[in-house]
């Protein structure tokens, strides 16, 4: 039996020269605003996709127009934290080169809309200026790390969030590409054949992720990452952590190999070992991920394939010793908490609501404007949480009342009068933007969000704090699979109902309805919270509810 | 079927395979015919054809033998860029000879300088470009006539009529400029120019009318040795006209700019159905628009007329609506309607304004005639408003397909004139009928021949295509015309527009051509889409060393668009692109572009 053939995405970074491709060549055709459909793998390492208005596609085709093209671009910015200056250029950037809106990721990362070719370059450019890159934000190697995002435990957080940032530079590719192609840097002897010390010629099989997480608050939804780090914090120290891997969400609607999973934990490791942890980890995913078939090529795959105690030993075979027995841990919730929060040295937390994590003026909500506002006179830092929210962090008290009357002035208090359920959903991007999607997300998640609420209203149930997620293709952006209500787009205005996971990001939920439409998703809503309504125990969960009762079954739960 | 005619005796082919000629008489024949447009070929088709059925030993005398003696033809020549000039010196050249007299009608270019000195009786029609500036066919002979160069013309007879518009500062000035040269070089001026405005026929009629007169009076009859055969009548596309034009089935009228941006530029897809109409890449067609209804019910309005009154102006009798929207230009203000406006109007802003160019120009840029009635009220019965108002005339726009490739179809790329001014919308007549035609429509069209830009006859020649805006539509005929035939010269697009996004006319197409090997280079300058604004002159000097070698190598050169800037634009990087990378002065440079000029090597069609 032949050895089967790589995938082709393994063909295009192995004769990138180490992600060079033709990029400089696509940024120079001027007949396209797109580039080589090489480069289209190639660009994403870079912290970019190339997408088009996907509304305009079918018009411009009988224009004689080529597609819209333009271009996400991506962070790298581990934990999501940013100066109030970074925060004025990066809203500068968005109104010169992008679409006039910032979004604030699942994964706590900004994301720039619409950027043309011709100002690729130019935007990267100002983006470093920031201090800030977008290197390895998309592609086959470690993504943006997520980091617990509320600082109630400040000195805890502190600590957490540096070695996260070490982490991310620990895994960061050692190519030079990035800075010959859009900073101009010289190219130096061993150009196009640098040494990878962690990913090699061809880097990783698939994107890897990785979430540090400080219980009791899983924010980060540490067991969707490929690896995840539990802090275990005694009196306001990090002894260490709890080591998760397999984490992952993305799957293939109509094929049964390709599945969410949530990551196991394989055990304690010291405060210390978190870069050898990485390091063995992301190594053997490398060794052994599957690289001919791109959809079964995350390490939850590799871990399934091969058996969690094989991946458990070679990992430790790698590190030189053993996971310690894992300490225990609980989760209360994967929400954010609104509102003002004082934190352990005095300083104050504003976390704000930001739908679907966009940022943008709209009549009467002038959220950009306003940001700008704060970010003029914020002596602390901003934070962007897992859950696409955004934290003022660190004001002092007696400036809450100045942050107080902009955030009020500009509509950005929305986390006062905003129900549960919209305080708790993502979306992803989806249209139009996003190539993947298959259904509205973003653009749709108000007008959902309004009917599910008046169903709850209906039932008694406005306050119930039920976790909506919904996403525009089966990939997972917005994490769905852990939301207790999910819509997974299976075409226009069609969706898979997801039901039954916790608030806590330790249980999956299960498909419930295939492909339907509003009407129907409206009406099996209807139905359960009805029943919810009447049959609940006190401070029950919907989907703790779902599983009690039966509704759903659960699949797959967390080891802890 | 001429351009096939064309093709063959330039072609590699030798001529002896296709007529049946000693080599040196096929030899002469091909020089004979060189440069001849359409109608001098059918001309001298239908002179041979004439010859041979004279006796067979009758000498025949050649028709325009000029000599010291007096005349004994006349030589009509006009210079033209729209068809007006063109139109009025066939019709005169018609009247000549059906009074039995001898005319050489002759475009321009094709008038034998040399000639000149020798020439007894000459009647000049030409018309001038906005700012001064002869007609693209003309600019040889105008140059030629006003250099050192041009020699004593004692013994010549001559008149001119100019053809312009009065709201510009130089108005009829080529026609002037002619006139006053003539008259300088010793001939004498047989009678006044005549210098006529947008209404043309209230001049061109009258000095038509001296002409044929002044003519019969002069020129005794001479014999005519050979009778022109009509050849004509065979060929069934000139059964269609402009005064009499085909009625197209719209295929399809597409916008070709993305809905996002500012212009709306549509392709239009006309069938020709079974009309026999046949064009070439480089023709135009001319379209005959009906105004804006809501353009004449404004009118309307404003006068308070009724839309039923009866008006009989010129022999025809229709109700004045009909008028308004068949006959009469209502979207090109002009300084005769602006003074007859002001006449009525008593208000002496008005007057002031139409006092000078220098006021009247800025005035009428935007302004139609329904601003005119708006801003300056004035009372207009409906006959007067008839008689006063320009006839409508047909649009020309540059024809974007191949016969060869859109078998029996034209393609039109038409920008959709639509703005905002005065706090009304406006919109141009003709783009604006186009515009919102759907497969339901007809469109009153004539294909209007422009044998001054042709394909290379040699086909391993290099094109580069110089065609920013709409300017683009020829080109892509040319492309088209160039696959089809398999032509081995290269194609080299330069293009430009605000901006890449929403303005990339065609931008499928030439990336397909690209892929395809039908399009070899493209250079695009996207004015909008960077703080400096980058125009296609300035891609040609980036790519100077490139084009110059491509000169060097036998390329022709075309320009197609806006002739107010573009083209003088484009003609000054051309002459930079070739003192620079050919090392020549500037005057050097200058004769280099003429002399391709002369060889039709550097050819416009601007407007």
Same mark, same amino acid.
């Given at each position: 039996?032949?050895?089967?053939?790589?995938?082709?995405?393994?063909?295009?970074?192995?004769?990138?020269?180490?992600?060079?491709?033709?990029?400089?060549?696509?940024?120079?055709?001027?007949?396209?605003?797109?580039?080589?459909?090489?480069?289209?793998?190639?660009?994403?390492?870079?912290?970019?996709?190339?997408?088009?208005?996907?509304?305009?596609?079918?018009?411009?085709?009988?224009?004689?127009?080529?597609?819209?093209?333009?271009?996400?671009?991506?962070?790298?910015?581990?934990?999501?934290?940013?100066?109030?200056?970074?925060?004025?250029?990066?809203?500068?950037?968005?109104?010169?080169?992008?679409?006039a809106s910032l979004?604030?990721?699942?994964?706590?990362?900004?994301?720039?809309?619409?950027?043309?070719?011709?100002?690729?370059?130019?935007?990267?450019?100002?983006?470093?200026?920031?201090?800030?890159?977008?290197?390895?934000?998309?592609?086959?190697?470690?993504?943006?790390?997520?980091?617990?995002?509320?600082?109630?435990?400040?000195?805890?957080?502190?600590?957490?969030?540096?070695?996260?940032?070490?982490?991310?530079?620990?895994?960061?590719?050692?190519?030079?590409?990035?800075?010959?192609?859009?900073?101009?840097?010289?190219?130096?002897?061993?150009?196009?054949?640098?040494?990878?010390?962690?990913?090699?010629?061809?880097?990783?099989?698939?994107?890897?992720?990785?979430?540090?997480?400080?219980?009791?608050?899983?924010?980060?939804?540490?067991?969707?990452?490929?690896?995840?780090?539990?802090?275990?914090?005694?009196?306001?120290?990090?002894?260490?952590?709890?080591?998760?891997?397999?984490?992952?969400?993305?799957?293939?609607?109509?094929?049964?190999?390709?599945?969410?999973?949530?990551?196991?934990?394989?055990?304690?490791?010291?405060?210390?070992?978190?870069?050898?942890?990485?390091?063995?980890?992301?190594?053997?995913?490398?060794?052994?991920?599957?690289?001919?078939?791109?959809?079964?090529?995350?390490?939850?795959?590799?871990?399934?394939?091969?058996?969690?105690?094989?991946?458990?030993?070679?990992?430790?075979?790698?590190?030189?010793?053993?996971?310690?027995?894992?300490?225990?841990?609980?989760?209360?919730?994967?929400?954010?908490?609104?509102?003002?929060?004082?934190?352990?040295?005095?300083?104050?937390?504003?976390?704000l609501h930001i739908e679907a994590g966009r940022i943008v003026d709209r009549d009467g909500a002038s959220h950009r404007t306003g940001l700008r506002e704060i970010?003029?006179?914020?002596?602390?830092?901003?934070?962007?949480?897992?859950?696409?929210?955004l934290?003022?962090?660190?004001?002092?008290?007696?400036?809450?009342?100045?942050?107080?009357?902009l955030i009020a002035a500009h509509g950005l208090d929305g986390y006062r009068v905003a129900?549960?359920?919209r305080?708790?959903?993502?979306?992803?991007?989806?249209?139009?933007?996003?190539?993947?999607?298959?259904?509205?997300?973003?653009?749709?998640?108000p007008?959902?969000?309004?009917?599910?609420?008046?169903?709850?209203?209906?039932?008694?149930?406005?306050?119930?704090?039920?976790?909506?997620?919904?996403?525009?293709?089966?990939?997972?952006?917005?994490?769905?699979?852990?939301?207790?209500?999910?819509?997974?787009?299976?075409?226009?205005?069609?969706?898979?109902?997801?039901?039954?996971?916790?608030?806590?990001?330790?249980?999956?939920?299960?498909?419930?309805?295939?492909?339907?439409?509003?009407?129907?998703?409206?009406?099996?809503?209807?139905?359960?919270?009805?029943?919810?309504?009447?049959?609940?125990?006190?401070?029950?969960?919907?989907?703790?509810?779902?599983?009690?009762?039966?509704?759903?079954?659960?699949?797959?739960?967390?080891?802890? | 079927?001429?351009?096939?005619?064309?093709?063959?005796?330039?072609?590699?082919?030798?001529?002896?395979?296709?007529?049946?000629?000693?080599?040196?008489?096929?030899?002469?024949?091909?020089?004979?015919?060189?440069?001849?447009?359409?109608?001098?070929?059918?001309?001298?088709?239908?002179?041979?054809?004439?010859?041979?059925?004279?006796?067979?030993?009758?000498?025949?005398?050649?028709?325009?033998?000029?000599?010291?003696?007096?005349?004994?033809?006349?030589?009509?020549?006009?210079?033209?860029?729209?068809?007006?000039?063109?139109?009025?010196?066939?019709?005169?050249?018609?009247?000549?000879?059906?009074?039995?007299?001898?005319?050489?009608?002759?475009?321009?270019?094709?008038?034998?300088?040399?000639?000149?000195?020798?020439?007894?009786?000459?009647?000049?029609?030409?018309?001038?470009?906005?700012?001064?500036?002869?007609?693209?066919?003309?600019?040889?002979?105008?140059?030629?006539?006003?250099?050192?160069?041009?020699?004593?013309?004692?013994?010549?007879?001559?008149?001119?009529?100019?053809?312009?518009?009065?709201?510009?500062?130089?108005?009829?000035?080529?026609?002037?400029?002619?006139?006053?040269?003539?008259?300088?070089?010793?001939?004498?001026?047989?009678?006044?120019?005549?210098?006529?405005?947008?209404?043309?026929?209230?001049?061109?009629?009258?000095?038509?009318?001296?002409?044929?007169?002044?003519?019969?009076?002069?020129?005794?009859?001479?014999?005519?040795?050979?009778?022109?055969?009509?050849?004509?009548?065979?060929?069934?596309?000139?059964?269609?006209?402009?005064?009499?034009?085909?009625?197209?089935?719209?295929?399809?009228?597409?916008?070709?700019?993305?809905?996002?941006?500012?212009?709306?530029?549509?392709?239009?897809?006309?069938?020709?159905?079974?009309?026999?109409?046949?064009?070439?890449?480089?023709?135009?067609?001319?379209?005959?628009?009906?105004?804006?209804?809501?353009?004449?019910?404004?009118?309307?309005?404003?006068?308070?007329?009724?839309?039923?009154?009866?008006?009989?102006?010129?022999?025809?009798?229709?109700?004045?609506?009909?008028?308004?929207?068949?006959?009469?230009?209502?979207?090109?203000?002009?300084?005769?309607?602006?003074?007859?406006?002001?006449?009525?109007?008593?208000?002496?802003?008005?007057?002031?304004?139409?006092?000078?160019?220098?006021?009247?120009?800025?005035?009428?840029?935007?302004?139609?005639?329904?601003?005119?009635?708006?801003?300056?009220?004035?009372?207009?019965?409906?006959?007067?408003?008839?008689?006063?108002?320009?006839?409508?005339?047909?649009?020309?726009?540059?024809?974007?397909?191949?016969?060869?490739?859109?078998?029996?179809?034209?393609?039109?790329?038409?920008?959709?004139?639509?703005?905002?001014?005065?706090?009304?919308?406006?919109?141009?007549?003709?783009?604006?009928?186009?515009?919102?035609?759907?497969?339901?429509?007809?469109?009153?069209?004539?294909?209007?021949?422009?044998?001054?830009?042709?394909?290379?006859?040699?086909?391993? +020649?290099? /094109? =580069?295509?110089?065609?920013? @805006?709409?300017? %683009?539509?020829?080109?892509? &005929?040319?492309?088209?015309?160039? *696959? $089809?035939?398999?032509?081995?010269?290269?194609?080299?697009?330069?293009?430009?527009?605000?901006?890449?996004?929403?303005?990339?006319?065609?931008?499928?197409?030439?990336?397909?051509?690209?892929?395809?090997?039908?399009?070899?280079?493209?250079?695009?300058?996207?004015?909008?889409?960077?703080?400096?604004?980058?125009?296609?002159?300035?891609?040609?000097?980036?790519?100077?060393?490139?084009?110059?070698?491509?000169?060097?190598?036998?390329?022709?050169?075309?320009?197609?668009?806006?002739?107010?800037?573009?083209?003088?634009?484009?003609?000054?990087?051309? +002459?930079? /692109? =070739?003192?620079?990378?050919? @090392?020549?002065? %500037?005057?050097?440079?200058? &004769?280099?572009?003429?002399?391709? *000029? $002369?060889?039709?090597?550097?050819?416009?069609?601007?407007?």
């Amino acid at each position: 039996m032949s050895t089967p053939a790589l995938s082709p995405v393994e063909i295009i970074k192995a004769d990138s020269r180490r992600l060079r491709g033709t990029l400089v060549e696509s940024l120079a055709d001027a007949v396209t605003g797109s580039i080589a459909e090489a480069d289209t793998h190639v660009i994403k390492f870079h912290g970019s996709y190339q997408q088009d208005d996907r509304d305009r596609r079918d018009e411009r085709r009988l224009q004689k127009l080529e597609p819209d093209y333009q271009f996400m671009i991506r962070t790298r910015l581990p934990g999501g934290v940013v100066t109030p200056q970074q925060w004025l250029r990066l809203d500068e950037i968005a109104t010169t080169y992008g679409n006039a809106s910032l979004r604030l990721t699942s994964r706590q990362a900004f994301q720039f809309h619409g950027v043309i070719k011709t100002e690729l370059k130019t935007t990267l450019q100002a983006i470093n200026a920031t201090l800030i890159d977008t290197v390895a934000a998309c592609g086959d190697v470690n993504r943006n790390v997520m980091v617990a995002a509320n600082p109630l435990q400040s000195s805890a957080h502190a600590d957490v969030y540096a070695q996260a940032t070490q982490l991310s530079e620990f895994l960061r590719p050692h190519t030079r590409a990035y800075y010959e192609i859009w900073l101009d840097e010289e190219k130096v002897a061993d150009s196009g054949e640098e040494v990878e010390p962690i990913y090699g010629a061809t880097y990783l099989p698939r994107k890897f992720k990785i979430g540090f997480a400080i219980p009791p608050v899983n924010d980060v939804d540490v067991f969707s990452n490929d690896l995840g780090f539990i802090a275990i914090v005694d009196d306001g120290e990090v002894l260490g952590y709890n080591v998760s891997a397999g984490g992952g969400l993305g799957a293939t609607h109509g094929d049964a190999n390709t599945y969410p999973r949530l990551a196991d934990v394989l055990g304690f490791v010291p405060r210390d070992k978190v870069i050898a942890v990485a390091q063995a980890v992301v190594t053997t995913q490398r060794d052994f991920g599957n690289r001919t078939e791109r959809k079964r090529a995350r390490l939850k795959y590799t871990i399934d394939d091969r058996g969690l105690e094989w991946f458990k030993a070679e990992v430790e075979k790698r590190l030189g010793f053993a996971f310690a027995p894992a300490r225990p841990f609980r989760f209360d919730h994967n929400g954010d908490r609104f509102g003002w929060t004082e934190g352990e040295n005095g300083n104050w937390h504003l976390t704000l609501h930001i739908e679907a994590g966009r940022i943008v003026d709209r009549d009467g909500a002038s959220h950009r404007t306003g940001l700008r506002e704060i970010a003029a006179i914020h002596g602390g830092e901003f934070r962007l949480t897992p859950n696409q929210n955004l934290i003022v962090a660190n004001v002092a008290p007696d400036q809450r009342a100045r942050i107080d009357a902009l955030i009020a002035a500009h509509g950005l208090d929305g986390y006062r009068v905003a129900t549960p359920l919209r305080l708790n959903s993502i979306a992803c991007v989806a249209l139009p933007t996003c190539a993947l999607a298959m259904a509205e997300a973003e653009r749709y998640l108000p007008e959902i969000l309004g009917k599910i609420q008046a169903l709850l209203d209906a039932h008694g149930l406005r306050d119930a704090p039920i976790h909506f997620r919904i996403s525009g293709c089966p990939n997972g952006c917005s994490r769905p699979y852990l939301g207790e209500i999910a819509l997974v787009g299976k075409g226009p205005g069609r969706y898979n109902l997801m039901l039954g996971a916790d608030a806590r990001g330790q249980r999956l939920n299960v498909l419930h309805r295939e492909n339907i439409d509003e009407g129907d998703i409206l009406q099996t809503l209807d139905g359960l919270f009805e029943r919810y309504a009447a049959e609940r125990d006190e401070r029950e969960g919907f989907g703790d509810f779902l599983v009690r009762r039966g509704v759903v079954v659960e699949r797959n739960q967390a080891t802890s | 079927m001429l351009g096939r005619l064309d093709v063959h005796i330039m072609s590699a082919e030798p001529i002896h395979t296709l007529i049946p000629f000693p080599d040196d008489k096929a030899a002469m024949l091909a020089r004979l015919v060189e440069g001849l447009d359409r109608a001098n070929l059918h001309w001298l088709s239908g002179y041979a054809a004439g010859l041979a059925a004279q006796p067979a030993n009758a000498e025949p005398e050649p028709i325009a033998a000029p000599g010291a003696e007096a005349a004994t033809h006349v030589t009509v020549l006009y210079g033209s860029q729209t068809g007006n000039a063109k139109r009025l010196a066939e019709k005169l050249a018609r009247q000549i000879e059906s009074a039995g007299l001898s005319a050489r009608l002759l475009r321009a270019d094709a008038y034998p300088l040399r000639e000149l000195k020798s020439e007894r009786f000459l009647y000049i029609v030409i018309s001038t470009q906005g700012d001064g500036d002869p007609p693209e066919d003309s600019r040889g002979f105008v140059e030629f006539l006003t250099s050192k160069r041009a020699p004593t013309l004692d013994n010549l007879k001559f008149s001119v009529l100019g053809l312009g518009d009065s709201s510009y500062a130089k108005f009829c000035a080529v026609g002037m400029q002619i006139d006053a040269r003539l008259k300088e070089l010793g001939a004498t001026r047989l009678f006044e120019r005549g210098d006529a405005d947008l209404d043309i026929d209230s001049v061109a009629t009258p000095w038509l009318q001296s002409a044929a007169t002044v003519a019969r009076e002069q020129i005794k009859s001479a014999p005519v040795r050979a009778n022109v055969t009509p050849l004509w009548a065979a060929r069934t596309a000139a059964t269609w006209t402009r005064e009499r034009p085909f009625s197209a089935d719209v295929l399809a009228n597409q916008r070709i700019s993305a809905t996002n941006g500012t212009k709306d530029i549509r392709h239009i897809e006309l069938s020709l159905g079974d009309s026999g109409l046949v064009y070439e890449p480089g023709d135009s067609i001319g379209v005959w628009p009906t105004n804006p209804p809501h353009l004449v019910a404004d009118i309307l309005d404003t006068l308070k007329l009724d839309p039923q009154s009866i008006v009989t102006h010129a022999d025809e009798t229709l109700p004045l609506e009909r008028w308004l929207s068949d006959k009469r230009e209502l979207t090109r203000l002009a300084r005769p309607l602006v003074v007859a406006h002001a006449a009525r109007a008593r208000q002496g802003e008005l007057d002031g304004i139409v006092a000078s160019p220098e006021s009247l120009q800025p005035f009428l840029k935007d302004r139609q005639f329904i601003d005119l009635l708006r801003a300056y009220p004035a009372n207009w019965d409906a006959a007067s408003l008839v008689a006063a108002l320009n006839p409508l005339t047909p649009r020309l726009y540059s024809i974007a397909s191949s016969l060869k490739f859109a078998e029996n179809e034209v393609h039109l790329t038409v920008a959709h004139l639509d703005y905002d001014a005065f706090g009304h919308s406006h919109v141009g007549a003709a783009s604006h009928f186009l515009a919102t035609r759907d497969e339901e429509n007809r469109i009153p069209i004539y294909v209007e021949s422009n044998d001054r830009f042709r394909l290379p006859r040699d086909a391993s +020649r290099d /094109v =580069i295509m110089i065609g920013p @805006g709409t300017g %683009v539509a020829p080109f892509r &005929a040319f492309v088209q015309e160039r *696959a $089809a035939i398999g032509a081995r010269g290269r194609n080299w697009l330069f293009f430009g527009n605000p901006h890449f996004r929403s303005d990339f006319l065609y931008q499928i197409e030439w990336q397909a051509a690209l892929k395809r090997g039908e399009l070899h280079k493209i250079d695009l300058a996207f004015s909008r889409d960077q703080a400096e604004k980058v125009y296609v002159q300035h891609t040609l000097r980036r790519r100077g060393r490139a084009l110059f070698d491509w000169l060097e190598g036998g390329a022709h050169v075309y320009v197609c668009g806006d002739a107010t800037h573009m083209a003088k634009d484009v003609h000054a990087a051309l +002459r930079e /692109v =070739i003192v620079e990378h050919g @090392g020549k002065s %500037v005057e050097d440079a200058e &004769a280099y572009l003429s002399q391709l *000029a $002369a060889d039709r090597r550097y050819c416009r069609d601007v407007y």
